[in-house]
T-cell receptor, first 114, second 116 residues
């Protein structure tokens, strides 16, 4: 069974500072990995995805994530936080074959301090 | 592309009534749609997986007779909360799967259900 662990339910950064949101997965084989963002009272928007094409994945809004198989990690980063980045971020995993279901982490709320 | 809509975005109903929520894929055909429930400050809980033309597959603990799911076409799935009670109040989100070449799910904007 797959699982996703997001370290830190709440992360605060200053505007302009580095954003680092951590995600570790548990899977017998490298899966598909995703980062989604959710703004209040809205659905989820895909930030980026890992599909084995490249270990460093660039997404929207300046975010990127690096897949590290040895560490079973897929941490999300952004060099400089913006106020508009304040939201809830979810890491999710899906197996290569078989089920299309996503398994979500518990989410990390990002606050950006002016 | 890959837009999923939900209707209504917000609904308030009386206890004992039924509420239908629609989920539509606007610019692609969705063979599979998913229904999630999200409690305040919590992650998404998968309720059921819906495949076009067949019965939905419900997750353990989800009452299939209470949460009726219909996926009549490749662009529309509906969730009906029957005999709603205050504990059914929640944020319901649907998603749709694209093709195998695009493994991600595309999410609707969610429906806030409040049962009085």
């Amino acid at each position: 069974a797959q699982s996703v662990t997001q370290l830190g339910s709440h992360v605060s950064v200053s505007e302009g500072a580095l954003v680092l949101l951590r995600c570790n997965y548990s899977s017998s084989v490298p899966p598909y990995l995703f980062w989604y963002v959710q703004y209040p009272n809205q659905g989820l928007q895909l930030l980026l995805k890992y599909t084995s094409a490249a270990t460093l994945v660039k997404g929207i809004n300046g975010f990127e994530a690096e897949f590290k198989k040895s560490e079973t990690s897929f941490h999300l980063t952004k060099p400089s936080a913006h106020m508009s980045d304040a939201a809830e971020y979810f890491c999710a995993v899906r197996p290569w074959a078989g089920s299309y279901q996503l398994t979500f982490g518990k989410g990390t709320k990002l606050s950006v301090i002016p | 592309g890959a837009v999923v809509s939900q209707h209504p975005s917000r609904v308030i109903c009386k206890s004992g009534t039924s509420v239908k929520i629609e989920c539509r894929s606007l610019d692609f055909q969705a063979t599979t749609m998913f229904w999630y429930r999200q409690f305040p400050k919590k992650s998404l809980m998968l309720m059921a997986t819906s495949n076009e033309g067949s019965k939905a597959t419900y997750e353990q603990g989800v009452e299939k007779d209470k949460f009726l799911i219909n996926h009549a076409s490749l662009t529309l799935s509906t969730l009906t909360v029957t005999s709603a009670h205050p504990e059914d109040s929640s944020f319901y989100i649907c998603s749709a799967r694209g093709t195998d070449a695009a493994p991600e799910q595309f999410f609707g904007p969610g429906t806030r259900l409040t049962v009085l």
